[in-house]
Every structure is written in C-alpha cells, then in structure tokens.
C-alpha cells in the first residue's frame, strides 16, 4: 500500500504542465536515471551490441511514458488490422505485476498473477498466441517454436528493450502527452524525447488528437457495450445489452453502481460510462490492482468493471453482486491506417532487419 500511495503521489505530480516543487526536487535522481539509461543504450549505438535476428517482422507497440497511454487497446486493434491482411500475429510481453519473470506461453487456464492481466486480457480478446517473458528475444523465440504459423510478432512494449529487434514502432500517446516532461522519477519519462520521430516509427494518439510534438495519426476509444461477467469469462464480447440500455434500467430501478477500475487513468472509463448516461459512484484503485478482495461495500447490488479488472476477477467470489463488464474497442482513425499501410509496405518490401 506504501508503494501504491507513493506511486499515486507522483503521478499526481507528473501529469503537471509545469514541473512541481516535488518534481524539481527529484531532478538529481532523473539525471542519474537519464545516465544509466544512456549508458545502457550505448553498446547498440555504438555498434558494439546487436539486436539479435528473428525470422519474421517484429512490430513494437509502446510508451516513451510510464502509465496507461492506450498501448494494450493499440496491440488488439494491430492484432485486428493485421488478421484482416491475412497474417498470423502473436505477441511477445514482459507481463508486468506476474509472479516470476520466466517464459510462459498464456493459456486459456493462465491466471493474470502468472502471466501478467494485460497479456492475459489480449489472449482472451483476439485468440492470438501470447508469451510472456522478462527477455522478450526468448520470449519471441519461444512464441515461433509453440505456433510456427505465426508470421508478425507484435511485441507490447519493449521500446527500451533493445536486444529486440524491430521492423516498425508505433508509440502511443493520450491526452496527458508528456506531461511535466521531465525524466523518472522527477516526471514520466522512460527516455528522452528526440526532436525529430525516429526512422520506421509511427505516432499514435490514442485520444484522437496530437499531445506532443511529434506529427502522427491518431485512434479513438469507445465503449462498445456490457457483458455479466460470467458469460464475458466465457468468451462473449457482444452481448444485447447495451449500456444505454443498463442505465434505463438503474434509473427504473432507483439503482446507483459503482464502478471500479484498476487501470493507470481511472477517470477515462468513469467519464466514457457517464457519457452513457450512467451515474456511479465511483472507485478508482492502482493499476493493475490484484483484486485480492471486493472493493466495493458489501451488499452492493451492481458494479461495472473495466476488462482489464474482470481477468483477475471470479465470478464465484463477488457474492450476490451484479458485475458487468464494459468491452472497450479501439478503432484506427483513418489518418493513422493510410500512414499504417504505408510503413507495412515498406516493411515487407524490406529483409527483416537484425541492427
């Protein structure tokens, strides 16, 4: 709870547009962070480390930040668009928040304390094969040896991981951009940011408009309905339910639900249920909360939780309440596919590049 506490103070103080008392006074740290970083980025710079070769295209997904910035919505759609070309994509992740940092391929009995709850939450949306492992190149490896079908890896995050090699980035942004600007831990950087967008790298801004400099394409968020829990465990995305059809239902009822979510930016998924038309009372916990107990008062009859939370929740153990998942989806704006295309063309057009 410590670090949790600590964790929300910060990120209270990074998402400033100025920098706070707090964040200057951890600009000693963010130079020591910004060195050891360099440093581990130089031998690949400098040539004396290569990234090493995988036979098919690997398409990073990531953050230049820490924190939610719509990156595992990103991977889905990629997965979606890629299918729809006629490949076969698996996906390669570290599994953040899992129990060890081994190589596990997700399966349909992994629990999200083994494999991590993003991981987790892909497999279960798009089928697509998921391993997850601290070495994503292990992991990688391990993913073309378990499903040889597989033709793309689409890797969530590992911007930073440069032993990965990478026919294309998309780095995603949402509206906090790079808030204060400054590196960890006085802001959210992981990296400095370039003047210039790197080479075979796309900008995604996953709020449907641009938050930093950089000039790129951008995707829009939308609630696509509600599932009961249990049948939503079960596979089903697209039930008759709609939220404005569960709202007219509260208001009949005189029911008030809460909503709880665990995910980096709370706020989002409250404001896209009262944009519904649902009033909650509303719950924000850490990202990517365990789940280990209830958060709601006992006795609450109906609670809406976002998918990252419901892969970490049985329906056995939340009693006589009502849970209904809300399904997100996550749509390219047309700018952002044209540009997609285009760099996947040159991608193909291009041996497989092993810096």
Same mark, same amino acid.
């Given at each position: 709870?410590a670090a949790?506490?600590l964790?929300a103070?910060l990120q ?7 920098? /706070?008392?707090?964040a200057l006074a951890l ?9 050891l970083?360099a440093?581990q980025?130089?031998? +690949?710079? &400098?040539?004396l480390r290569?990234a090493q070769?995988? @036979?098919?295209?690997?398409v990073v997904?990531?953050n230049l930040?820490v924190g939610?910035?719509?990156?595992t919505?990103?991977?889905i759609?990629l997965?979606?668009w ?9 996906v390669?992740?570290?599994? +953040?928040?899992r129990? /060890? ?6 399966d349909a009995?992994? /629990?999200a304390?083994?494999?991590g709850?993003?991981p987790?939450?892909i497999a ?6 998921v391993?997850?492992g601290?070495?994503r190149?292990?992991?990688?490896r391990a993913?073309l040896h378990?499903?040889p079908e597989v033709?793309?890896i ?5 911007? %930073?991981h %440069?032993?990965?090699?990478r ?5 995603v942004?949402?509206e ?6 400054? @590196?960890?831990?006085a802001?959210?950087l992981?990296?400095?940011? @370039?003047?210039q ?6 900008v995604l +801004?996953s ?8 000039p790129g394409?951008s995707? =829009?968020r939308r609630?696509?309905g509600?599932?009961?829990l /249990?049948?939503?465990q079960?596979?089903e =995305? ?9 709202a007219?239902?509260?208001?009949a009822a005189?029911?008030r639900?809460?909503?709880?979510a665990?995910i980096?930016?709370?706020?989002? #998924?409250?404001d896209m &249920?009262?944009? %519904?038309?649902l009033?909650c009372?509303t719950?924000?916990?850490?990202d990517?909360?365990?789940w280990?107990?209830?958060?709601? @008062?006992?006795?609450t009859?109906l609670? &809406?939780?976002t998918?990252k939370?419901?892969v970490k929740?049985?329906?056995? =153990?939340?009693g006589?309440t ?5 399904t997100l989806? #996550?749509v390219f704006?047309?700018?952002f ?7 996947w063309?040159a ?8 810096p």
């Open positions: 709870m949790a506490g964790e103070l209270r103080h990074w998402w400033r547009r100025r920098p /706070s008392a707090l600009l000693p740290l963010a130079a020591l962070y910004t060195v970083a440093l980025r130089a031998p +690949y710079r &400098l040539g290569r070769a995988l @036979p098919v295209p690997v997904v990531g930040v939610g910035a719509g990156k919505p990103a991977v759609a997965l979606q890629l299918r729809e070309r006629g490949h076969h994509p698996g390669v992740a570290r599994g +953040y928040g129990r /060890s940092d081994g190589v596990r391929a997700v009995h992994a /629990s304390a083994e494999v709850d993003e987790l939450l279960r949306r798009t089928g697509a094969p391993v997850v601290r070495d190149v292990a992991a990688a993913l378990g499903s033709d793309v689409v890797a969530d995050d590992g911007l %930073q %440069q032993r990965l090699p026919a294309l980035a998309i780095v942004f949402d906090r951009g790079l808030g204060n600007a400054l @590196p960890l831990p802001g959210p992981r990296a400095p940011m @370039p003047a967008v790197p080479p075979r790298t796309l +801004y709020a449907g408009r641009a938050s930093t400099r950089w394409g995707g =829009r609630l696509a509600v599932v009961e /249990s049948a939503w079960r596979g =995305r697209a039930g008759a339910t709609t939220l404005a059809a569960l007219a239902r509260c208001r005189g029911l639900p809460v909503a709880a665990g980096a930016v709370p706020q989002r #998924f409250f &249920l009262a944009a %519904q038309g009033a009372d719950l924000a916990l850490p990517h909360h365990d280990a107990t209830l958060p709601w @008062p006992a006795g009859p609670a &809406l939780v998918e939370d419901a929740l049985d329906p056995a =153990r939340v006589a009502e849970v209904w998942v809300a989806d #996550f704006e047309p700018d596919e044209a540009a997609l295309a285009a760099a063309r991608t193909l057009a291009t041996p497989t590049e092993t």
